[in-house]
Protein backbone atom coordinates (compact mmCIF):
# COMPACT_ATOMS: atom_id res chain seq x y z
CA UNK A 1 0.00 0.00 0.00
CA UNK A 2 3.01 2.23 1.21
CA UNK A 3 5.47 1.59 -2.08
CA UNK A 4 3.28 2.84 -4.83
CA UNK A 5 2.81 6.38 -3.15
CA UNK A 6 6.18 6.60 -2.06
CA UNK A 7 7.16 5.90 -5.20
CA UNK A 8 5.27 8.03 -7.09
CA UNK A 9 5.63 11.22 -4.11
CA UNK A 10 9.93 10.60 -4.80
CA UNK A 11 9.17 10.77 -8.60
CA UNK A 12 6.88 14.05 -8.05
CA UNK A 13 10.20 15.17 -6.21
CA UNK A 14 12.28 14.33 -8.33
CA UNK A 15 10.44 16.35 -11.51
CA UNK A 16 10.54 19.08 -9.20
CA UNK A 17 14.39 18.93 -8.97
CA UNK A 18 14.39 18.90 -13.31
CA UNK A 19 11.35 21.61 -12.83
CA UNK A 20 13.63 23.80 -10.82
CA UNK A 21 16.39 23.83 -13.57
CA UNK A 22 14.18 24.80 -16.24
CA UNK A 23 12.85 27.62 -14.96
CA UNK A 24 15.37 30.11 -16.33
CA UNK A 25 15.46 28.59 -19.46
CA UNK A 26 11.82 26.96 -20.47
CA UNK A 27 9.00 27.64 -17.60
CA UNK A 28 9.38 31.52 -16.90
CA UNK A 29 9.40 32.29 -20.19
CA UNK A 30 6.50 29.79 -21.20
CA UNK A 31 4.85 31.11 -18.43
CA UNK A 32 4.94 34.85 -19.30
CA UNK A 33 4.37 34.13 -23.01
CA UNK A 34 1.30 32.01 -21.80
CA UNK A 35 0.30 35.06 -19.41
CA UNK A 36 0.66 37.74 -22.32
CA UNK A 37 -2.14 35.63 -24.47
CA UNK A 38 -4.57 35.73 -21.64
CA UNK A 39 -6.17 38.91 -23.72
CA UNK A 40 -5.83 40.77 -20.26
CA UNK A 41 -5.30 44.92 -20.54
CA UNK A 42 -4.18 47.38 -18.10
CA UNK A 43 -7.04 49.58 -16.54
CA UNK A 44 -7.94 52.27 -18.95
CA UNK A 45 -7.78 54.66 -15.92
CA UNK A 46 -3.98 54.55 -16.17
CA UNK A 47 -3.70 53.85 -20.27
CA UNK A 48 -6.35 56.49 -21.09
CA UNK A 49 -8.69 53.72 -23.22
CA UNK A 50 -7.84 52.52 -27.04
CA UNK A 51 -7.83 55.49 -29.34
CA UNK A 52 -10.81 56.27 -31.38
CA UNK A 53 -9.08 58.48 -34.36
CA UNK A 54 -6.48 61.22 -34.81
CA UNK A 55 -6.74 64.75 -36.13
CA UNK A 56 -3.71 65.84 -38.01
CA UNK A 57 -3.01 69.89 -37.20
CA UNK A 58 -0.76 71.79 -37.96
CA UNK A 59 2.83 69.92 -38.17
CA UNK A 60 1.57 67.86 -35.28
CA UNK A 61 -1.29 65.24 -34.68
CA UNK A 62 -4.02 65.58 -32.05
CA UNK A 63 -5.01 61.21 -31.34
CA UNK A 64 -8.27 61.09 -29.79
CA UNK A 65 -9.24 57.97 -27.47
CA UNK A 66 -12.51 56.63 -26.34
CA UNK A 67 -13.81 57.73 -23.27
CA UNK A 68 -13.16 56.49 -19.69
CA UNK A 69 -15.66 55.40 -17.96
CA UNK A 70 -14.70 54.58 -13.95
CA UNK A 71 -15.41 51.21 -12.57
CA UNK A 72 -18.04 50.05 -9.50
CA UNK A 73 -16.72 52.67 -6.63
CA UNK A 74 -13.27 53.78 -8.20
CA UNK A 75 -13.30 57.42 -6.95
CA UNK A 76 -12.34 59.02 -10.55
CA UNK A 77 -14.76 60.70 -13.06
CA UNK A 78 -15.36 59.91 -16.74
CA UNK A 79 -13.09 61.31 -19.01
CA UNK A 80 -11.40 61.45 -22.72
CA UNK A 81 -7.96 61.54 -23.65
CA UNK A 82 -6.06 63.34 -25.89
CA UNK A 83 -2.46 63.07 -27.12
CA UNK A 84 -0.39 66.04 -28.74
CA UNK A 85 2.48 64.61 -30.58
CA UNK A 86 5.48 65.05 -30.86
CA UNK A 87 6.21 67.64 -29.07
CA UNK A 88 8.93 69.32 -30.59
CA UNK A 89 6.69 70.00 -33.31
CA UNK A 90 3.78 71.73 -30.73
CA UNK A 91 3.78 75.67 -30.97
CA UNK A 92 4.87 77.54 -27.46
CA UNK A 93 1.35 77.84 -26.85
CA UNK A 94 -1.25 75.26 -28.14
CA UNK A 95 -5.46 76.35 -28.24
CA UNK A 96 -6.76 73.73 -30.21
CA UNK A 97 -10.65 73.39 -30.53
CA UNK A 98 -10.94 69.59 -30.32
CA UNK A 99 -14.30 67.71 -32.18
CA UNK A 100 -13.80 64.91 -29.55
CA UNK A 101 -16.74 62.85 -30.64
CA UNK A 102 -16.78 63.32 -34.71
CA UNK A 103 -19.64 65.14 -35.06
CA UNK A 104 -17.89 67.59 -37.07
CA UNK A 105 -18.69 70.75 -34.16
CA UNK A 106 -15.43 71.20 -31.65
CA UNK A 107 -16.33 70.24 -28.27
CA UNK A 108 -13.46 71.66 -26.19
CA UNK A 109 -10.91 74.57 -26.45
CA UNK A 110 -7.76 72.84 -24.78
CA UNK A 111 -4.80 75.65 -24.14
CA UNK A 112 -1.49 75.10 -22.47
CA UNK A 113 1.93 76.61 -23.06
CA UNK A 114 4.43 73.65 -24.21
CA UNK A 115 8.06 74.58 -22.00
CA UNK A 116 11.10 73.83 -23.41
CA UNK A 117 12.20 71.76 -20.21
CA UNK A 118 10.40 68.89 -20.05
CA UNK A 119 10.51 68.65 -16.37
CA UNK A 120 8.80 71.88 -15.88
CA UNK A 121 5.03 71.53 -14.80
CA UNK A 122 2.69 72.02 -17.22
CA UNK A 123 -1.29 73.37 -16.66
CA UNK A 124 -4.00 73.15 -18.78
CA UNK A 125 -7.31 75.44 -19.45
CA UNK A 126 -10.14 73.71 -20.96
CA UNK A 127 -13.10 75.58 -22.23
CA UNK A 128 -15.86 73.62 -22.52
CA UNK A 129 -17.91 73.91 -26.38
CA UNK A 130 -20.51 71.35 -25.32
CA UNK A 131 -22.27 70.51 -21.99
CA UNK A 132 -20.59 66.87 -21.55
CA UNK A 133 -17.38 68.06 -20.89
CA UNK A 134 -16.19 69.55 -17.86
CA UNK A 135 -14.11 73.26 -18.07
CA UNK A 136 -10.68 73.27 -16.35
CA UNK A 137 -8.81 76.16 -15.37
CA UNK A 138 -4.97 75.97 -14.59
CA UNK A 139 -5.03 72.34 -13.96
CA UNK A 140 -1.81 70.12 -13.48
CA UNK A 141 -1.96 66.44 -12.60
CA UNK A 142 -3.93 65.56 -9.44
CA UNK A 143 -6.65 62.79 -10.51
CA UNK A 144 -6.18 60.30 -13.48
CA UNK A 145 -9.41 61.89 -14.82
CA UNK A 146 -8.17 65.56 -14.92
CA UNK A 147 -4.38 66.36 -16.11
CA UNK A 148 -2.16 67.21 -17.91
CA UNK A 149 1.50 65.42 -18.44
CA UNK A 150 4.01 64.74 -20.44
CA UNK A 151 4.83 61.52 -21.30
CA UNK A 152 8.17 60.97 -23.48
CA UNK A 153 6.93 62.77 -26.55
CA UNK A 154 3.33 63.00 -25.79
CA UNK A 155 1.80 65.75 -23.99
CA UNK A 156 -1.52 64.04 -22.53
CA UNK A 157 -4.61 66.29 -21.56
CA UNK A 158 -7.93 64.10 -19.87
CA UNK A 159 -10.89 66.43 -19.90
CA UNK A 160 -13.85 64.54 -17.22
CA UNK A 161 -17.16 64.25 -18.94
CA UNK A 162 -20.02 65.64 -16.93
CA UNK A 163 -22.00 62.29 -17.52
CA UNK A 164 -22.30 58.94 -18.74
CA UNK B 1 21.69 9.59 0.38
CA UNK B 2 23.27 10.65 3.61
CA UNK B 3 20.41 9.38 6.73
CA UNK B 4 23.33 8.56 8.93
CA UNK B 5 21.13 8.33 12.67
CA UNK B 6 22.69 10.26 15.26
CA UNK B 7 22.08 9.46 19.10
CA UNK B 8 19.28 7.11 18.41
CA UNK B 9 17.08 9.92 16.95
CA UNK B 10 15.52 9.60 13.92
CA UNK B 11 15.60 12.51 12.15
CA UNK B 12 18.65 13.94 12.72
CA UNK B 13 21.37 13.51 10.89
CA UNK B 14 25.18 14.15 11.87
CA UNK B 15 27.59 16.29 10.20
CA UNK B 16 29.32 15.32 7.19
CA UNK B 17 32.58 14.60 6.39
CA UNK B 18 33.78 17.04 4.01
CA UNK B 19 34.59 15.35 1.11
CA UNK B 20 30.85 14.02 1.13
CA UNK B 21 29.42 17.46 1.45
CA UNK B 22 31.71 19.09 -1.00
CA UNK B 23 30.01 16.48 -3.36
CA UNK B 24 26.58 17.15 -2.30
CA UNK B 25 27.25 20.70 -3.02
CA UNK B 26 28.85 19.86 -6.64
CA UNK B 27 25.63 20.69 -8.52
CA UNK B 28 24.75 23.92 -7.02
CA UNK B 29 28.17 25.06 -7.49
CA UNK B 30 28.12 24.50 -10.89
CA UNK B 31 24.49 25.70 -11.14
CA UNK B 32 25.29 29.13 -8.91
CA UNK B 33 28.55 29.29 -11.30
CA UNK B 34 26.46 28.96 -14.63
CA UNK B 35 23.74 31.75 -13.07
CA UNK B 36 26.73 33.94 -12.47
CA UNK B 37 28.19 33.53 -16.43
CA UNK B 38 26.24 36.77 -17.25
CA UNK B 39 27.41 38.66 -15.18
CA UNK B 40 30.87 37.52 -15.45
CA UNK B 41 31.18 38.07 -18.90
CA UNK B 42 30.47 41.62 -18.68
CA UNK B 43 32.65 44.27 -19.48
CA UNK B 44 31.59 46.08 -15.99
CA UNK B 45 34.46 45.27 -13.09
CA UNK B 46 32.09 45.71 -10.70
CA UNK B 47 28.84 43.40 -11.74
CA UNK B 48 31.85 40.90 -12.65
CA UNK B 49 33.35 41.37 -9.11
CA UNK B 50 29.38 41.15 -7.76
CA UNK B 51 28.53 38.00 -9.43
CA UNK B 52 31.16 36.11 -8.52
CA UNK B 53 31.06 37.25 -4.84
CA UNK B 54 27.42 35.71 -5.05
CA UNK B 55 28.50 32.39 -6.72
CA UNK B 56 30.77 31.87 -4.04
CA UNK B 57 28.44 32.99 -1.32
CA UNK B 58 25.45 30.79 -2.32
CA UNK B 59 28.08 28.09 -2.76
CA UNK B 60 29.27 28.33 0.53
CA UNK B 61 25.94 28.58 2.63
CA UNK B 62 24.67 25.50 0.39
CA UNK B 63 28.30 23.29 1.44
CA UNK B 64 27.43 24.57 4.85
CA UNK B 65 24.08 22.89 4.49
CA UNK B 66 25.35 19.96 3.76
CA UNK B 67 28.19 19.53 6.20
CA UNK B 68 26.01 20.69 9.44
CA UNK B 69 22.84 19.31 8.14
CA UNK B 70 21.54 22.57 9.35
CA UNK B 71 19.28 24.86 7.03
CA UNK B 72 17.88 27.30 8.74
CA UNK B 73 20.75 29.72 9.71
CA UNK B 74 22.91 29.35 6.55
CA UNK B 75 19.68 29.93 4.34
CA UNK B 76 19.10 33.32 6.44
CA UNK B 77 22.34 34.88 5.61
CA UNK B 78 21.21 34.30 2.16
CA UNK B 79 17.77 36.00 2.68
CA UNK B 80 18.90 38.73 4.84
CA UNK B 81 21.34 39.90 1.84
CA UNK B 82 19.05 39.33 -0.23
CA UNK B 83 16.25 41.82 1.76
CA UNK B 84 19.18 44.25 2.28
CA UNK B 85 20.44 44.61 -1.15
CA UNK B 86 17.32 44.45 -2.74
CA UNK B 87 16.00 47.90 -1.83
CA UNK B 88 19.80 49.21 -2.19
CA UNK B 89 19.55 48.41 -6.13
CA UNK B 90 16.40 49.01 -6.24
CA UNK B 91 16.60 52.51 -4.56
CA UNK B 92 19.83 53.31 -6.50
CA UNK B 93 17.86 52.56 -9.81
CA UNK B 94 14.62 54.73 -8.74
CA UNK B 95 16.67 57.24 -7.78
CA UNK B 96 19.30 57.25 -11.69
CA UNK B 97 15.76 56.61 -13.42
CA UNK B 98 14.01 59.85 -11.96
CA UNK B 99 15.14 61.03 -8.86
CA UNK B 100 13.06 60.23 -6.94
CA UNK B 101 11.48 57.04 -4.73
CA UNK B 102 8.06 58.44 -5.58
CA UNK B 103 6.19 57.60 -8.63
CA UNK B 104 4.80 60.36 -10.34
CA UNK B 105 1.63 59.60 -12.06
CA UNK B 106 2.71 60.64 -15.77
CA UNK B 107 5.10 57.04 -15.25
CA UNK B 108 1.69 55.49 -14.14
CA UNK B 109 -0.06 56.48 -17.29
CA UNK B 110 3.08 55.32 -19.01
CA UNK B 111 2.93 51.74 -17.55
CA UNK B 112 6.18 52.27 -16.22
CA UNK B 113 5.72 51.31 -12.66
CA UNK B 114 7.90 48.53 -11.72
CA UNK B 115 5.81 44.90 -10.82
CA UNK B 116 6.68 43.11 -7.65
CA UNK B 117 4.62 39.98 -6.83
CA UNK B 118 2.90 41.16 -4.00
CA UNK B 119 -0.34 42.40 -6.08
CA UNK B 120 -0.55 39.34 -7.88
CA UNK B 121 -3.47 37.95 -5.45
CA UNK B 122 -5.08 41.40 -5.44
CA UNK B 123 -5.39 40.71 -9.58
CA UNK B 124 -6.72 37.86 -9.80
CA UNK B 125 -10.63 38.64 -9.59
CA UNK B 126 -10.61 41.90 -11.55
CA UNK B 127 -8.83 40.35 -14.04
CA UNK B 128 -11.31 36.94 -14.30
CA UNK B 129 -13.99 39.14 -14.00
CA UNK B 130 -13.20 41.99 -16.37
CA UNK B 131 -10.21 41.26 -18.36
CA UNK B 132 -8.26 44.24 -16.45
CA UNK B 133 -5.29 44.47 -14.80
CA UNK B 134 -5.45 47.26 -12.05
CA UNK B 135 -2.00 48.04 -11.84
CA UNK B 136 -0.65 51.14 -13.82
CA UNK B 137 2.51 48.93 -15.54
CA UNK B 138 3.45 46.96 -18.64
CA UNK B 139 2.00 43.35 -19.44
CA UNK B 140 4.92 42.83 -21.89
CA UNK B 141 7.38 41.27 -20.36
CA UNK B 142 10.32 43.62 -21.17
CA UNK B 143 7.93 46.75 -20.08
CA UNK B 144 7.92 48.40 -17.19
CA UNK B 145 10.64 51.12 -15.32
CA UNK B 146 13.67 47.97 -15.88
CA UNK B 147 12.26 45.40 -18.14
CA UNK B 148 10.52 43.73 -15.35
CA UNK B 149 6.84 44.00 -17.15
CA UNK B 150 4.12 42.14 -15.08
CA UNK B 151 4.48 39.25 -17.73
CA UNK B 152 8.05 38.63 -16.30
CA UNK B 153 6.95 38.57 -13.03
CA UNK B 154 4.14 36.61 -13.60
CA UNK B 155 6.17 34.19 -15.45
CA UNK B 156 8.71 34.00 -12.71
CA UNK B 157 6.19 34.06 -9.95
CA UNK B 158 4.73 30.72 -11.58
CA UNK B 159 7.36 28.84 -12.15
CA UNK B 160 8.98 29.40 -8.66
CA UNK B 161 5.69 28.59 -7.15
CA UNK B 162 5.37 25.65 -9.02
CA UNK B 163 8.90 24.41 -7.66
CA UNK B 164 8.85 25.62 -3.83
CA UNK B 165 5.49 26.73 -3.31
CA UNK B 166 5.33 28.61 -0.25
CA UNK B 167 8.87 28.04 0.20
CA UNK B 168 8.84 31.65 -1.72
CA UNK B 169 8.62 33.59 1.35
CA UNK B 170 11.89 31.71 2.21
CA UNK B 171 13.69 31.29 -0.66
CA UNK B 172 12.46 34.05 -3.40
CA UNK B 173 10.72 37.26 -1.77
CA UNK B 174 12.82 40.16 -1.80
CA UNK B 175 11.24 41.66 1.38
CA UNK B 176 11.17 39.44 3.86
CA UNK B 177 14.83 39.33 4.47
CA UNK B 178 14.66 42.66 6.42
CA UNK B 179 12.81 41.82 9.49
CA UNK B 180 14.42 38.20 9.37
CA UNK B 181 18.26 39.76 10.09
CA UNK B 182 16.11 42.10 12.70
CA UNK B 183 14.28 38.78 14.31
CA UNK B 184 18.20 37.58 14.46
CA UNK B 185 19.51 40.13 16.28
CA UNK B 186 18.34 39.75 19.93
CA UNK B 187 18.70 36.67 21.71
CA UNK B 188 15.94 36.49 23.20
CA UNK B 189 12.24 36.95 22.63
CA UNK B 190 10.79 40.01 24.76
CA UNK B 191 7.21 38.82 24.12
CA UNK B 192 6.88 35.93 23.86
CA UNK B 193 3.09 35.45 24.44
CA UNK B 194 1.41 36.02 21.46
CA UNK B 195 -2.28 35.26 20.67
CA UNK B 196 -2.47 32.41 18.24
CA UNK B 197 -5.28 33.93 16.35
CA UNK B 198 -2.95 36.68 15.25
CA UNK B 199 -2.03 34.67 12.43
CA UNK B 200 -5.31 34.46 10.48
CA UNK B 201 -4.89 38.51 10.23
CA UNK B 202 -3.12 37.54 6.79
CA UNK B 203 -6.00 35.78 5.58
CA UNK B 204 -8.58 38.66 6.84
CA UNK B 205 -6.34 41.10 5.20
CA UNK B 206 -5.92 38.95 2.46
CA UNK B 207 -9.69 39.01 1.65
CA UNK B 208 -9.93 42.71 2.56
CA UNK B 209 -7.90 43.83 0.05
CA UNK B 210 -8.46 41.41 -2.84
CA UNK B 211 -12.76 42.80 -2.03
CA UNK B 212 -11.23 46.61 -2.06
CA UNK B 213 -9.38 45.74 -4.88
CA UNK B 214 -12.05 44.75 -7.18
CA UNK B 215 -14.20 47.34 -5.83
CA UNK B 216 -11.85 50.33 -6.04
CA UNK B 217 -10.29 49.14 -9.18
CA UNK B 218 -6.71 49.52 -7.81
CA UNK B 219 -4.45 47.80 -6.35
CA UNK B 220 -5.40 48.40 -2.63
CA UNK B 221 -2.60 46.80 -1.08
CA UNK B 222 0.10 49.02 -2.66
CA UNK B 223 -1.98 52.22 -2.23
CA UNK B 224 -2.65 51.65 1.41
CA UNK B 225 -0.89 48.84 3.31
CA UNK B 226 2.39 47.57 1.95
CA UNK B 227 5.45 48.07 4.38
CA UNK B 228 8.08 48.23 1.88
CA UNK B 229 6.95 51.12 0.00
CA UNK B 230 8.84 52.79 2.75
CA UNK B 231 12.32 51.02 1.41
CA UNK B 232 11.40 50.64 -2.45
CA UNK B 233 8.66 53.39 -3.66
CA UNK B 234 5.54 54.87 -3.44
CA UNK B 235 2.76 56.48 -5.71
CA UNK B 236 4.32 60.39 -5.36
CA UNK B 237 1.87 62.30 -2.93
CA UNK B 238 -0.47 64.57 -4.91
CA UNK B 239 -2.31 65.43 -1.92
CA UNK B 240 -2.98 64.72 1.69
CA UNK B 241 -4.82 61.31 0.63
CA UNK B 242 -1.28 60.56 -0.48
CA UNK B 243 0.68 62.04 2.70
CA UNK B 244 -1.63 59.56 4.87
CA UNK B 245 -0.65 56.63 2.70
CA UNK B 246 3.38 57.07 2.26
CA UNK B 247 2.92 57.66 6.69
CA UNK B 248 1.41 54.31 6.83
CA UNK B 249 3.69 52.73 5.14
CA UNK B 250 6.48 54.11 7.16
CA UNK B 251 4.28 53.52 10.47
CA UNK B 252 3.66 49.79 9.39
CA UNK B 253 7.32 49.08 7.96
CA UNK B 254 8.76 50.48 11.37
CA UNK B 255 6.28 48.74 13.27
CA UNK B 256 6.41 45.27 11.23
CA UNK B 257 9.50 44.85 9.76
CA UNK B 258 12.14 46.78 12.40
CA UNK B 259 10.51 46.84 15.93
CA UNK B 260 8.12 43.85 15.99
CA UNK B 261 10.67 41.64 14.99
CA UNK B 262 12.79 42.65 17.61
CA UNK B 263 10.67 42.05 19.94
CA UNK B 264 9.57 38.92 19.25
CA UNK B 265 11.68 37.48 17.36
CA UNK B 266 8.84 36.39 14.57
CA UNK B 267 8.87 37.43 10.94
CA UNK B 268 5.94 40.09 11.80
CA UNK B 269 5.18 41.52 8.78
CA UNK B 270 4.98 37.67 7.38
CA UNK B 271 3.02 36.60 10.26
CA UNK B 272 0.40 39.27 10.78
CA UNK B 273 0.06 41.19 7.78
CA UNK B 274 1.10 39.92 4.20
CA UNK B 275 -1.85 39.06 1.97
CA UNK B 276 0.91 37.28 -0.30
CA UNK B 277 2.25 34.80 1.79
CA UNK B 278 -1.58 34.26 2.60
CA UNK B 279 -2.18 33.39 -0.56
CA UNK B 280 0.79 31.69 -1.38
CA UNK B 281 0.06 29.40 1.63
CA UNK B 282 -2.95 27.64 -0.64
CA UNK B 283 0.31 26.36 -2.88
CA UNK B 284 1.68 24.24 0.64
CA UNK B 285 -1.50 21.98 -0.75
CA UNK B 286 0.13 21.38 -3.96
CA UNK B 287 4.19 21.12 -3.35
CA UNK B 288 5.47 17.88 -2.62
CA UNK B 289 7.96 18.96 -0.04
CA UNK B 290 6.44 19.39 3.07
CA UNK B 291 7.85 18.99 6.99
CA UNK B 292 6.60 16.42 9.72
CA UNK B 293 6.73 15.81 13.43
CA UNK B 294 7.58 12.52 13.69
CA UNK B 295 5.02 11.52 16.98
CA UNK B 296 7.36 8.55 17.45
CA UNK B 297 9.99 10.96 18.98
CA UNK B 298 8.08 13.86 19.46
CA UNK B 299 8.19 14.66 23.09
CA UNK B 300 6.18 17.83 22.79
CA UNK B 301 9.00 20.50 24.20
CA UNK B 302 7.48 22.78 21.50
CA UNK B 303 10.47 24.05 21.18
CA UNK B 304 9.60 24.05 16.62
CA UNK B 305 6.98 25.75 17.76
CA UNK B 306 8.83 28.67 19.32
CA UNK B 307 11.39 28.31 16.61
CA UNK B 308 9.26 29.08 14.04
CA UNK B 309 9.64 32.74 12.58
CA UNK B 310 6.40 32.68 11.47
CA UNK B 311 3.66 30.92 13.94
CA UNK B 312 3.53 27.69 11.74
CA UNK B 313 3.20 25.22 14.17
CA UNK B 314 0.53 25.61 16.73
CA UNK B 315 -0.07 22.52 19.41
CA UNK B 316 -3.02 21.13 17.46
CA UNK B 317 -0.71 20.49 14.67
CA UNK B 318 2.02 19.31 16.33
CA UNK B 319 -0.64 16.69 17.75
CA UNK B 320 -0.81 15.57 14.01
CA UNK B 321 2.30 15.43 13.35
CA UNK B 322 2.26 18.45 10.44
CA UNK B 323 2.95 21.93 10.22
CA UNK B 324 -0.06 24.39 9.79
CA UNK B 325 -0.48 25.48 6.12
CA UNK B 326 1.35 29.04 6.29
CA UNK B 327 4.91 27.10 6.55
CA UNK B 328 7.10 28.57 4.23
CA UNK B 329 9.37 25.64 4.75
CA UNK B 330 12.80 27.90 6.39
CA UNK B 331 13.86 24.77 8.13
CA UNK B 332 13.81 26.65 11.66
CA UNK B 333 11.77 23.66 13.35
CA UNK B 334 14.12 20.90 11.79
CA UNK B 335 17.15 22.29 13.26
CA UNK B 336 15.49 23.29 16.39
CA UNK B 337 14.17 19.66 17.62
CA UNK B 338 16.57 18.41 20.01
CA UNK B 339 15.17 14.71 18.86
CA UNK B 340 15.33 15.38 15.23
CA UNK B 341 11.13 14.81 15.46
CA UNK B 342 10.97 18.03 12.81
CA UNK B 343 11.73 16.33 9.67
CA UNK B 344 11.37 17.08 5.69
CA UNK B 345 9.16 15.14 4.12
CA UNK B 346 7.86 14.34 0.38
CA UNK B 347 4.34 13.75 0.30
CA UNK B 348 3.24 9.79 -0.55
CA UNK B 349 6.73 8.71 1.55
CA UNK B 350 6.74 7.56 5.43
CA UNK B 351 7.14 10.20 8.10
CA UNK B 352 10.88 10.10 9.06
CA UNK B 353 11.87 7.70 6.71
CA UNK B 354 14.84 9.18 4.46
CA UNK B 355 14.19 12.72 5.69
CA UNK B 356 17.67 13.74 4.56
CA UNK B 357 16.79 12.72 1.30
CA UNK B 358 13.48 14.55 0.89
CA UNK B 359 15.79 17.93 2.69
CA UNK B 360 18.23 17.28 -0.30
CA UNK B 361 16.24 16.75 -2.82
CA UNK B 362 13.93 20.14 -0.97
CA UNK B 363 17.33 22.28 -1.13
CA UNK B 364 18.54 21.10 -4.65
CA UNK B 365 15.21 22.89 -6.26
CA UNK B 366 14.79 26.09 -3.70
CA UNK B 367 18.62 26.44 -3.79
CA UNK B 368 18.49 26.52 -7.36
CA UNK B 369 15.80 29.14 -7.62
CA UNK B 370 17.41 30.85 -4.55
CA UNK B 371 20.36 31.14 -6.70
CA UNK B 372 18.76 32.38 -10.07
CA UNK B 373 16.07 34.52 -8.27
CA UNK B 374 17.51 35.85 -5.46
CA UNK B 375 21.34 35.61 -6.46
CA UNK B 376 21.08 37.75 -9.45
CA UNK B 377 19.14 40.58 -6.95
CA UNK B 378 22.12 40.40 -4.77
CA UNK B 379 24.59 40.39 -7.46
CA UNK B 380 22.58 43.45 -8.59
CA UNK B 381 23.16 45.21 -4.84
CA UNK B 382 26.61 44.10 -4.69
CA UNK B 383 27.47 45.94 -8.23
CA UNK B 384 25.80 49.22 -7.23
CA UNK B 385 28.00 49.11 -4.10
CA UNK B 386 30.98 48.73 -5.55
CA UNK B 387 30.31 50.91 -8.48
CA UNK B 388 29.78 53.85 -5.69
CA UNK B 389 32.75 52.56 -3.84
CA UNK B 390 35.52 51.15 -6.26
Given at each position: ?14 MT??A ?6 LL ?5 K?F?K?G ?7 SG ?10 GYT??I ?7 LL ?14 N ?5 VS ?5 D??G ?10 PK ?22 VGRQ ?5 I ?16 | M????C ?6 T ?21 MA ?22 I?L?F ?41 I???I??R ?9 L????A????T?V ?31 K ?25 K?L ?15 V????A????A ?16 A ?6 VQ ?6 L ?7 L ?5 K ?13 Q ?7 V ?19 CP ?17 C ?16 W ?8 V ?20 G??I??Q ?10
Open positions: MKWPSSKLGYTAAGVVAMLVPFMGLFAGTLLHVDEMYGPTARTIQADITHKAVYPHQTEKPFVQLDWKPVALPQHDAVDVGDQPDVRVSFDVDPKMPLRVDVDALKPRYQAMRKKFSELVRVDDTILVRVPLIER | ADAVAGFAGKSPRTWSRALLLTLPIALWSLFMRGLLQPDRSLQVASGVTAAFMVFMMMKTSSTYRWRRWFFVALGVLFPIEFIHNVMVLRGSMGIPEEMAGTPFCFLPIPLILPALTRLFPGSILPRGGMSGGGMAAMAGLWLAVTLVVGGWCSYACFFGGIEEGMAALPKKAKWKDPRYRLLPWAVLLAMLLSLLFEPYCMWLCPFKAVSEYVARNTVGLNGIFVVFAALVIVPLLTKRTQCTFLCPFGAFSIFNKTSFDIKIDRTVCSPCVLCQKSTMSLSDESIKKGETLMSMKCGACVDACPKGAAVHIRGTQVAKPERARLMFLYAAWAMAAMFGSITGLATILQRVI
